[in-house]
């Protein structure tokens, strides 16, 4: 809350989606139950800091255009969400390409290092 107060709304909507997207490629590499409920937790930090900013944009926005700015910014939460979600496959092919693991359908049973 202070955070809002303090800073401009943009800052703390940053936060929340850097806090979540940080979670999230934690989670993507958790190796253990532990590493999924701390990234978790983060998740549902960043979350939390994202309700406050809506709220924080509902109370400020003009009264005539209060379901427009908080439709907007649901719709822009949304496509970052979606966006995150497209941009996976790509991303986890050139993360295994990087560190040499095959994902090509060969027969094999698994996936095989580049030698």
Known sequence: GKLVDSERTYTAMLLSWGVCTLACIFRGFA????HL???STLIGLGGSVNALVLAHISLHANRTRRSTVVAAYGAISMFVGLLGSLLYPPV???L?????VDDEEDGSNGSSFHS
Not at 96 to 100: A, H, N, Q, V
């Open 37 to 39: 409920y701390i990234a």
């Open 31 to 34: 190796t253990s139950v532990t």
């Open 92 to 94: 986890n092919r050139i």
């Open 96 to 100: 295994l390409y990087l560190i040499g």
